[in-house]
């Protein structure tokens, strides 16, 4: 049971070199929405697994089997084996509880912050203009989805760019990006080996917004070009906006402007497909056996107690 619980902790650390390769080989919109799915999956399974290895643990302490009904030793791994894991475990968990908190309420609250200075100016259709020396431009989620745009960025840009990157925001709106780049957040702060599928995540919906925009302007060089420049004048450390708020310029623009370049993708590469094979059984591979884990934990338990066989 034990070795069953570990192998979902273990899983997601080898996911950063896939999740990189398959935003290279895979069409954008494919590989967001199969490494979101693919994030949700090992952060769950990974979740279950250290719950189970806590109860396993707790249930070891005379006063919780009492509670807990146990009329017969809880038949487990040497103890030597499941108390440090389960200690390690209740660290883990307490860890990831705490940062998954904070990092919603701080996001909540930048949303928020930034919906209320949306909502204090003036507006023309989707777009909202900012007074501010700073160049910046973003994806406002909501009801009604904002483009949100410093007037230093409006600057920065000829009107052909500009036209270029409101389509790539508003691709972000329509294509409901925040809700992945969310997702990849909470994935994250679930478990450390996520991390690095948190940015090939965002590097995805970029690139997906990308292909939109030089499909709406009709033009890839154009869309290329703008991005770049707006790059170019923003400061990252100058930027307000949320992490969840999906934005032209992050991730790596140099990448993704070399991908615009190159043309549109006319057929899908010979490793792609295992790539996505690969991803796939990662995820299978996790859930099933934290599943059975958890499974094989509550059967003990019901012997245990005397309810069922062994």
């Known amino acids: 049971m034990i070795a069953e619980l570990l192998v979902p902790l273990l899983v997601p650390f ?23 799915l693919t994030a949700i999956l090992l952060a769950g399974s990974s979740l279950v697994a250290l719950g189970s290895l806590v109860l396993t643990g707790l249930l070891k302490l005379p006063v919780l089997a009492m509670l807990g009904e146990l009329i017969h030793p809880l038949h ?3 103890d030597f084996l499941v108390l440090p894991a389960a200690t390690a475990a209740v660290g883990a968990l307490s860890i990831s509880a ?10 909540i609250r930048a949303l928020r912050t930034a919906h209320r200075q949306a909502d204090s100016r003036r507006t023309a259709g989707d777009l909202c203009v900012i007074d501010s020396p700073y160049p910046d431009a973003y994806a406002l989620p909501g009801r009604p989805s904002r483009i949100v745009v410093t007037t230093a960025m409006i600057r920065s840009l000829d009107p052909a760019e500009r036209e270029a990157l409101f389509a790539h925001e508003r691709a972000h709106n329509a294509g409901r ?7 990849a957040e909470l ?3 679930c478990h450390p080996g996520l991390r690095p599928a948190r940015a090939a995540i965002r590097l995805a919906a970029e690139r997906a917004a990308d292909e ?20 170019l004048a923003t400061d990252a450390r100058r930027s307000e906006r949320p992490i969840v708020t999906p934005a032209a310029t992050t991730g790596p623009v140099p990448q993704r402007v070399t991908a615009l370049l190159a043309g549109p993708r006319t057929r899908t590469r010979r490793t792609a497909p295992w790539i996505a094979l690969l991803l796939a059984a990662c995820a ?7 599943a059975t884990g958890a499974i094989a934990f509550h059967h003990e338990i019901e012997v245990a107690q005397g309810e069922a066989p062994r």
Do not use: K, M, N
């Not at 069409?27 to 967001?32: E, K, M, R, S, Y």
């Not at 705490?98 to 996001?107: D, F, H, N, V, Y």
């Not at 925009?213 to 890839?220: H, Y």
């Open 14 to 36: 080898v996911v950063p070199a896939l999740a990189e390769r398959c935003v290279q080989r895979l069409a954008p919109v494919t590989a967001l929405w199969l490494l979101t």
């Open 212 to 231: 939109a925009a030089a499909a709406a302007v009709g033009d890839r060089r154009l869309a290329a070009r703008a991005i770049a420049r707006a790059a």
């Open 177 to 183: 990006h925040h809700y992945f780049l969310a997702t």
């Open 187 to 189: 994935a994250a702060q």
């Open 284 to 290: 299978a591979t996790s859930a099933c056996t934290s």
């Open 98 to 107: 705490w940062t998954l908190t904070r990092s919603a309420l701080r996001q």
């Open 76 to 78: 487990t791994a040497s």
